[in-house]
């Protein structure tokens, strides 16, 4: 019997990208021959997966799932928006927000490695792409902990396609931190405060702000004054803590966490697709260009 080395194994996962189980079980099956392992797996439904492994999984759905004092936040990608509401992408998308709160892996590949009833999230998916005839993958997640004084805030905007999950310090009113998540999953700061924001930003926006300054045709001994002024409203529309809040814009969201003897501590903040270059197809280009053929 050929020898099956885990060099083998990871080459034919990555030919087709099946589990590392069903790798394992093809080259056992065809002694070790790596294109009949492929012929094997596509013979028996397992490498279906892999014919869509290069599409571009832009869509999708986000999930957060509360586990006592951990929670995590995950964005689960497919193709089409259509695919993103079938019950079974959701059922998905679902578990497998409650499989990373309470394993608490370190990263994409380790939660891939997680098994659950028998198979790994990886086989999970790869058995979801084909049953769903898309590709779907876990893009990203983040493991989020609080301490017993502190409240999560959890909010899934549009169905899912915006999640955001705050955590707050002084209270464990979970309504309040959850009013904090419907601002951040509106209004999309990058910080909690400005004291969060590097030196190397600030100094970044100076210059931009002093070149517009400067073009404006500015005197040279107000620009200074102008710039401040600028970085200030910058750094007020970026933070958090500074924004206006959306529920009373004459206090800012500081203000409204501090009338509940709170604070904001973090918040995490995922748009499904954000970041994925999408593929734009030109339907009427497509059909003009086989006319003339």
């Not at 509940?260 to 973090?266: E, I, L, M, P, W």
Request: proline share 2%; glycine share 6%.
């Amino acid at each position: 019997m050929a020898e099956i080395t885990a060099k083998l194994v990871k080459e034919l996962r990555d030919m087709t990208g099946v589990g590392m189980m069903d790798a394992k079980k093809a080259l056992v099956a065809v002694e070790g021959d790596i294109e009949k392992a492929v012929d094997y797996l596509r013979e028996n439904g397992l490498a279906k997966a892999a014919k869509k492994a290069d599409r571009i999984a832009a869509e999708g759905s986000t999930t957060i799932f509360v586990d006592g004092n951990t929670a995590a936040i995950a964005e689960i990608n497919a193709e089409t928006d259509f695919v993103a509401k079938n019950d079974k992408f959701q059922a998905l998308v679902a578990k497998l927000g409650e499989v990373l709160a309470k394993e608490k892996p370190a990263n994409v590949e380790e939660a891939l490695l997680i098994n659950v009833d028998g198979a790994t999230v990886g086989e999970m998916i790869a058995e979801a792409t084909t049953t769903i005839g898309e590709k779907i993958e876990l893009r990203r997640f983040e493991i989020v902990e609080k301490g017993d004084n502190e409240a999560f805030g959890a909010y899934l905007h549009m169905g899912g396609r915006i999640a955001a999950l705050t955590v707050l310090s002084g209270t464990t009113d979970s309504d309040v931190a959850k009013d904090v998540s419907m601002h951040v999953a509106a209004i999309n700061p990058k910080y909690v405060s400005r004291d969060q924001v590097s030196a190397e930003e600030i100094e970044h926006e100076k210059k931009v702000l002093t070149e517009q300054a400067l073009n404006e045709g500015k005197p040279a001994n107000i620009v200074e004054k102008m710039i401040q002024g600028r970085l200030n409203k910058f750094l007020a529309e970026i933070s958090l803590n500074d924004q206006p809040f959306v529920k009373n814009p004459d206090e800012t969201v500081s203000a409204y966490v501090a009338t509940k003897g709170a604070t904001v501590k973090s918040f995490v903040r995922f748009e499904v697709g954000e970041g994925i270059e999408k593929r734009v197809d030109n339907f009427v280009e497509e059909v003009m260009s086989q006319v003339k053929k």
